[in-house]
C-alpha cells in the first residue's frame, strides 16, 4: 500500500525534510534546487553523515571539485570517501532493492538535480522507505516516502558506502595459509569445479568399464545389438565428457584470474605501506626481485596443485571401482604409488635446502640486474661497465651451478621411481595375466583390460602428488621470500585511523631526539623550537647535521622519535598519516618525474586539478616560461628520468607538482642547490610569493637564500644552535657569522647578497 508520504507514521514528527516542505510538497532534498551551491552542500553532507555512521569524520575541505557550483560526480565522492579508508561504490539500484533494505548502514541517493538524500531503511510490507535528509539534526527522526514520490527526484543512482571490508584479511602476515584462505574465498568456483570433476571422473570410469563388456560380450558371443548401444552410450559420454572439460577449464581460468588480480592488488597495497625506511635499507632491485616471487606461487596454486586436487577427486571415486574389479591388482597399484611417494620423500630434505640456495642466487642475480639498470647513467660516465659485466658473471655463475646441482639431485628421485611407475602401467598387465593362466577366478580378459586403462588414471594422480610436494618446497621458498618484504611492520594499518584536523601550520618540535636506526649516534638531540603559522623558517648547518632528518620527522617518515612534534598544537603521531602528508608540499634536491606530459606530472594524479590550476602553479614556480616554450606546452612528454629537462627546469616543475594542491606547509630541502644561479634567483624571487598563507621550512646550504626568512634555525651535529632572524644571527652567533662570511666574503655582514657570490661559491 502506497503510505500518504506527507504524513509519515512517525507520530513524534511530523515535519518532514528540512525546510518543513517535506515530501508532500516537491522534491526530497532542499527546496532551493535554483541555488546550485545549497544543492552541492546538501549532497556532501549527506555523504559526510554516511561516513560518520562508519565512525569517521570527513573534512569537507579535503573534497576537490571544479567548481563551487558544479554537480559533485559520484565518482569524485567515491574517490574523496575510499581516500579516507571507507568501501564506497557509485551503483544504481531500484525501488525494490530500497524497500528491501534494512537497518544497516545509510545508502545516499543521489537525486536528480545534484542534491542527496540518506536512504535509512526499507519497509517491504508497507512499500515505503525511510529518508533523511542530510541538513537535518541528527537527532531528527526520518521521513517515510513512497515510490512516486522518490520516482520523482531519485533516477537510481545511489553512493554505497562500508567500513572497508577485508581489512583484516590485508593485515595478516603474508602466508601460504593466508593464500588458502584467498583461495577458499572463491567458494562459488571452488564448488562448481569440484562439481564437475566429480562429474567427469564419472564420465571418464564409463569407457573402460564397457571395453570391458565389449570384450567380454560382443567379441566372445557376437552380439551386435549390445554393440550398438555402447557405441550409443560411447558417443554420449565423449559429448558430455568434451562440454565438461570445456567448462571445467572456464571456471580454472576465471578462478587463475581473479586470484592473480586480487594479489597483485594486495601485493600493491602492501608494498606501498611499507615506511620508507625499508627501502632505504634494502636495494631496489632485491625487493623488486623477491617481490615478483609471488608469480611463482600464484602458478603453483592455480595450476600445478589445482590439477593434482582435482585429480585426488577422480581417485576417491575410481578407487572402489577398481577395487570392484580386482581387489589383487588394485593392492599392486597402490603399493606402488606408495614407494614413488617414500622415494620422493626421501630426498625432500636435501632438495628444500638446494631449492632455497638457487632462490637466494637467483634474487642476488637478479639485484645486480636491476640496479645495473637503475644506476646505468654513473655506469656508463664511469665506465663501470666491466665491473658491472664481472658481476654480473659471478652471479650468473654461481645460480647456474646450484640449478645443476638441484636439477641433479632431482633427478634421483625421478630416476628411482620410474621403474615403478611403468611396473604400475604395464607390470599389472603381466600380473593379471598370470593370474588368469592359474586360473584365479577374480580375473577374465576383459576386466584386465578395464583395469589397465583405469589403473594409469589412479597411479597418475597418486605420482604427481608426490611430486607436488617437491614442488610445493619450492613454493614454500617463495611465499618465504615474499612474506620477507610484505610481512614488515607498514607504517599505518587503516589509512582511516586519526585525526584529521584542518592545519593552520604553526609547527613546534619540543625535546625532539632521534636515532636513526642501526645508527649510534643520534641524528637530532633535544630539539626544542616553535615556527608559527605562516611564518618562513630557514634551516642552515654544516652537512650531516640534521636538517633534513627535521624534515622528515615532520612528514612522519620516521616515528620513533622521543619528545613532541606538534602542529597547531596536535601531536602528531595523533594525526592521519595520508592527511598529514597530504598537507605538505615537499621538494627535494633531487626529485623523480613520472612518465607522462608536464601536465600529469604537475597534477600527480590529484583528483579534482584543472589545467588553471596547472598554470598558476607553475606561474608561481617560476616555471611557466620554459613549459610555454616546450614543443607542445604543458602536453610535452616527460620520459622516465626526465631526460629532456634540464636540472633546472625538472626542478622548477617539481616546485610546480608541490604547490598546485596548495599545501598549508611548504618544505623545500636544498630545492635549489642543484640549480644554476640564473634558475635559483628566479625560483628565490618567487619564494616570497610562494610563502604567502603558508608555513615555509627552506633548508639550504646557501645562506644568501634565507636571508629573507623570519626565522633562521642553525644546527649543529643535530643541536640547535641559534634561532633568530639573520640579522641578529649574524651579531650573535658565531657559528653563523662563520657560515655566512665563508659564502659571502667580500659583502658585509649585514648586507644583502646579489646573484655574483652565488655564482662565485660552489658548496656541494
Ligand atoms: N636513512 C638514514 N639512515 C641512517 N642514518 C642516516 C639516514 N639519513 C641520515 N642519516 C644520518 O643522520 C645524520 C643527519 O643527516 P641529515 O640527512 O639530516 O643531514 P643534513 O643536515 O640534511 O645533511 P646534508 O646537508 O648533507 O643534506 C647524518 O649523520 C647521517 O649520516
Ligand atoms: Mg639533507
Redesign the pocket.
Known amino acids: 500500500m502506497a503510505e500518504q508520504s506527507g504524513d509519515p507514521t512517525s507520530p513524534d514528527h511530523p515535519d518532514g525534510l528540512a525546510g518543513g516542505g517535506g515530501l508532500a510538497t516537491g522534491p526530497i532534498g532542499p527546496e532551493t534546487v535554483g541555488d546550485d551551491t545549497d544543492v552541492v552542500e546538501t549532497r556532501l553532507r549527506a555523504v559526510i553523515a554516511a561516513a560518520r555512521h562508519h565512525g569517521i569524520d570527513l573534512d569537507r575541505h579535503d573534497f576537490r571539485q571544479a567548481a563551487a557550483d558544479t554537480v559533485p560526480a559520484p565518482a569524485a565522492l567515491v574517490e574523496w570517501l575510499r581516500n579516507a579508508g571507507l568501501w564506497a561504490k557509485a551503483t544504481r539500484l531500484r525501488w525494490r532493492d530500497l524497500v528491501k533494505f534494512t537497518n544497516a548502514a545509510p545508502v545516499v541517493l543521489l537525486f536528480r538535480d545534484g542534491s542527496a538524500g540518506l536512504l535509512i531503511q526499507g519497509e517491504a510490507k508497507r512499500d515505503i522507505v525511510w529518508i533523511k535528509d542530510p541538513r537535518a539534526a541528527a537527532a531528527d527522526p526520518p521521513v517515510a516516502v513512497d515510490r512516486l514520490r522518490l520516482e520523482q527526484v531519485w533516477g537510481g543512482e545511489v553512493l554505497l558506502v562500508r567500513r572497508a571490508r577485508g581489512a583484516e584479511q590485508e593485515d595478516s602476515p603474508f602466508t601460504l595459509g593466508w593464500l588458502m584462505r584467498l583461495v577458499l574465498t572463491e567458494r562459488p568456483i571452488l564448488r562448481n569445479l569440484g562439481f564437475s570433476s566429480v562429474a567427469l571422473s564419472f564420465l571418464s570410469i564409463v569407457p573402460p568399464l564397457l571395453v570391458m563388456v565389449v570384450i567380454n560380450q560382443v567379441v566372445v558371443h557376437r552380439n551386435m545389438s549390445t554393440l550398438t548401444m555402447i557405441t550409443m552410450i560411447l558417443l554420449i559420454a565423449v559429448v558430455f565428457e568434451t562440454l565438461l572439460s570445456f567448462a571445467r577449464r572456464e571456471l580454472v581460468l576465471v578462478l587463475s584470474a581473479r586470484i592473480d588480480t586480487v594479489l597483485n592488488l594486495h601485493v600493491f597495497n602492501r608494498l606501498l605501506a611499507l615506511p620508507l625506511d625499508f627501502f ?1 635499507r634494502n636495494q631496489a632491485g632485491k625487493t623488486t626481485y623477491e617481490v615478483s616471487q609471488i608469480m611463482y606461487i600464484r602458478e603453483f596454486i592455480t595450476g600445478r596443485m589445482m590439477t593434482t586436487l582435482l585429480d585426488l577427486v577422480t581417485l576417491l571415486i575410481m578407487v572402489p571401482v577398481l577395487f570392484m574389479i580386482s581387489a589383487t591388482l588394485t593392492w599392486f597399484v597402490i603399493a606402488g604409488s606408495v614407494v614413488v611417494a617414500l622415494v620422493i620423500a626421501a630426498f625432500l630434505p636435501a632438495l628444500r635446502v638446494l631449492t632455497g640456495k638457487v632462490i637466494q642466487a637467483e634474487s642476488a642475480k637478479g639485484s645486480v640486474m636491476v640496479e645495473t639498470v637503475y644506476g646505468i647513467r654513473t655506469v656508463k660516465s664511469l665506465a663501470l661497465e666491466q665491473s658491472r659485466k664481472d658481476l654480473w658473471d659471478e652471479r650468473v655463475a654461481d645460480a647456474a651451478t646450484l640449478r645443476l646441482k638441484s636439477g641433479r639431485l632431482a633427478r634421483w628421485p625421478m630416476a628411482i621411481s620410474l621403474p615403478v611407475e611403468r611396473f604400475i602401467e604395464r607390470g599389472i598387465l603381466l600380473i593379471g595375466a598370470y593370474m588368469i593362466l592359474t586360473g584365479a577366478s577374480e580375473v577374465d580378459v576383459g576386466a584386465l583390460i578395464a583395469f589397465m586403462l583405469l589403473g594409469a588414471r589412479v597411479a597418475q594422480p597418486l605420482i604427481s602428488m608426490a611430486h607436488l610436494a617437491e614442488e610445493f618446497e619450492q613454493v614454500n621458498a617463495s611465499v618465504a621470500i615474499v612474506g620477507n618484504v610484505l610481512n614488515q611492520p607498514p607504517e599505518t594499518r587503516g589509512a582511516d585511523r586519526g585525526l584529521r584536523p584542518r592545519f593552520e601550520g604553526a609547527i613546534s618540535f619540543s625535546d625532539v631526539t632521534f636515532t ?1 636506526p642501526l ?1 649510534r649516534q643520534p ?1 637530532l638531540e633535544d630539539l626544542t623550537f616553535e615556527v608559527p603559522a605562516g611564518s618562513t623558517l630557514g634551516v642552515v ?1 654544516r ?7 627535521v624534515t622528515r620527522l615532520l612528514q612522519a617518515i620516521n616515528r620513533d622519535y622521543t619528545g613532541f612534534i606538534k602542529i597547531d598544537g596536535v601531536d602528531l603521531r595523533e594525526i592521519n598519516l595520508t592527511h598529514l602528508r597530504r598537507s605538505f608540499g615537499v621538494v627535494l634536491q633531487d626529485n623523480f618525474l613520472f612518465r607522462g606530459s608536464v601536465r600529469d606530472n604537475i597534477i600527480a594524479n590529484r583528483p579534482g586539478l584543472t589545467l588553471d590550476d596547472v598554470v598558476r602553479a607553475s606561474r608561481m614556480a617560476g616555471a611557466e616560461e620554459f613549459i610555454e616554450r616546450l614543443p607542445q606546452g604543458y602536453d610535452t612528454w616527460i620520459e622516465e628520468g626526465s631526460p629532456n629537462l634540464s636540472g633546472g627546469q625538472k626542478q622548477r616543475l617539481a616546485i610546480a607538482r608541490a604547490i598546485i594542491s596548495d599545501p598549508r606547509i611548504l618544505i623545500l630541502d ?1 630545492a635549489t642547490s642543484a640549480l644554476d644561479p640564473e634558475s635559483e634567483a628566479l625560483v628565490n624571487a618567487n619564494l616570497a610569493r610562494l610563502a604567502k598563507g603558508r608555513t615555509m621550512i627552506v633548508v639550504s ?1 646557501r645562506l644568501s637564500s634565507l636571508v629573507d626568512c623570519d626565522a633562521i634555525l642553525v644546527l649543529d651535529r643535530g643541536k640547535v644552535v641559534d634561532l633568530g632572524p639573520h640579522k641578529a644571527l649574524v651579531e650573535r652567533s658565531s657559528i653563523y657569522r662563520q657560515l655566512w662570511l665563508q659564502q659571502n666574503r667580500h659583502l658585509d655582514p649585514q648586507g644583502r647578497s646579489a646573484p655574483g657570490p652565488i655564482l662565485a661559491q660552489g658548496d656541494d
Open positions: 632505504e636513526y645508527s641524528a648547518g652537512s650531516g647535521s640534521g636538517k633534513s632528518t636544498e646550504h
